[in-house]
């Protein structure tokens, strides 16, 4: 039996998220994955047992990835101001760094895989973030509210703006790149409809 390869294995895992957010799932083979990393098909069957081993797989991977990426030097005990800015420098900072795993992951969110993919997250997000939200709760700093509340209000506007970005242009087809100065004070006006 063959062995592993890493080299091979991250140029897969490259390969195939580039080709899920090109062609979709609908559109992704194996044979078009192997012919993109000019391996044999063959080859990939080593590494993975089918078509959908591999998605989950690697989606669930980047999920983890992204995941410590976006919490790090992140502390649920902080102020309220203080770890919703340190969440949006580090979710900004990932999204904005992997556009596709982020296009991929949202590809994921709405597709058969989603139920896999949220359990990933949940893992991943529910202790720090849940945590977060009690103790801000608690000091008096917000009002209760539902978690998806909380989430909706502190990280849409976030996530279109990266959107906006990442298309080139905004609602209105006006070229739009974000910057420094667009993206805290839109953080401020985020941070200012939580405050009591």
């Known amino acids: 039996m063959r062995v592993r390869d890493v080299n091979k294995v991250e140029l897969v895992k490259q390969k195939a998220i580039e080709l899920l957010v090109k062609v979709g799932f ?92 949220l359990e990933t997250f949940g893992k991943n997000f529910k202790e720090p973030l849940g945590r977060f939200l009690h103790n801000s709760i608690e000091r008096g700093e917000i009002n209760p509210m539902p978690f998806e509340t909380y989430w909706s209000v502190a990280f849409a506007p976030l996530y279109n703006l990266i959107r906006f970005h990442n298309e080139g242009q905004s609602m209105g087809g006006k070229p739009f790149v974000l910057n420094d100065e667009v993206l805290w004070k839109t953080f401020d006006l985020v941070a200012n409809a939580f405050r009591k």
């Open 26 to 117: 609908e559109g992704f083979t194996m044979n078009k994955l192997a012919k993109s990393c000019k391996i044999s098909v063959a080859t990939l069957y080593i590494y993975y047992q089918d078509k959908d081993d591999l998605v989950l797989k690697i989606g669930m991977e980047e999920v983890q990835r992204m995941s410590d990426i976006m919490l790090e030097d992140f502390d649920p005990d902080s102020s309220f101001v203080d770890g919703l800015r340190q969440q949006w420098k580090n979710r900004a900072k990932c999204l904005l760094e992997n556009p596709l795993s982020a296009q991929m992951m949202e590809q994921l969110r709405t597709s058969t895989y989603q139920q896999k993919i």
